[in-house]
Each structure stands twice: as C-alpha cells, then as structure tokens.
C-alpha cells in the first residue's frame, strides 16, 4: 500500500509568524501532534510538535560535558544545548520549529514510512509533491489503522 492511500490531505499548518500559544491551542483542539509550518506557497519549511510545546515548561539542563586531556567536550554538543535554549525563549513558530523535516511522497510504500517513524523516532510526516508542496501528512495514528484492519 502506498502512502497516498493512508495519508490525510486536510492538514493543519502554521506560518512562521503563528504564535506558541496558537500552536500549542491547535495541537490540543485537534488532538494531533504536530503541524508542518510552510510559506505561501505551501512548501514546508519546518515542522513544530507536542514535543517542541513541552519544552517550554522545563528548566533548561546544563550540557553534560567531560574533561580530555585539559578541554572539554560536550557530550551531545554546544548545538543541541543552544536548541534547547532557543525552544524555551520561543514565541513563534519560526523560533522552534525543525527545520530539517523528514518528508515523505504519495507513492512511498507504507512499510518504508513506518520504518522511518520507528528509526527516526516521529509520530508524523509531511507528505510532498516534487516540488516540495504540502500535499498531506500521514501519522502512526493511520499506520497503526491500516496495520489494525490487515490483522482482522
């Protein structure tokens, strides 16, 4: 089965400029968990989640680091430490969004996406078209659906 034939086209998006409190309203209301951001003309541009929400009312943790031989070397690095500290000043989508989405096409087996979701560890992806336009979004809400009826 592909994934044109899972996938929902009515999907929720945000701008960069939609609000954490408009995000995190949408997110609840809808009972979904994530909301691909994308410009005018409907290309993703990132994608902001339940996750990137509950960020926002955690105390920022301190890097775990380790000395070697004088220096010291962050044990997941300066970069995750600084997206942490950026998710917890955000006010907009822009500021804590993923920029780097995983997307997926129509035509994409279904086994293929829900290996993806498992490895990389997503409860959504975008669905594009070959010039990068939103065209739906499937979830393990609809995988777990389909994998449900194949085993009635």
């Known amino acids: ?21 408009e995000i995190a309203h949408l997110l609840a209301d809808n009972n979904i968990s994530g909301l691909p951001v994308v410009d005018n003309d ?4 990132g994608i902001v989640t339940q996750k990137d929400i509950l960020c926002k009312d955690i105390q920022p943790r301190f890097p775990a ?4 031989l004088g220096g010291i070397i962050f044990v997941k690095g300066v970069k995750h430490f600084n ?15 993923t920029e780097k989405v995983i997307t997926t096409t ?13 490895e990389e560890d997503l409860n959504s992806i975008p669905v594009v078209d070959g010039s990068k ?8 809400a609809d995988l777990v659906k389909y994998i449900a009826k194949m085993l009635d």
Do not use: C, H, Y
């Open 133 to 140: 336009k939103l065209v739906g979004i499937i979830s393990q």
């Open 65 to 68: 680091v380790f000395e070697l």
């Open 1 to 21: 089965m592909k994934v044109n034939e899972l996938m929902s086209t009515n999907v929720i998006t945000v701008k960069k400029d939609t609000t954490v409190q």
């Open 106 to 118: 129509g035509d994409t087996e279904v086994e293929k996406v829900a290996e993806m979701m498992v």
């Open 42 to 45: 409907n290309k993703v541009l």
């Open 83 to 97: 997206d942490e500290l950026k998710k917890l000043a955000a006010t907009k989508a822009e500021d804590m969004m």
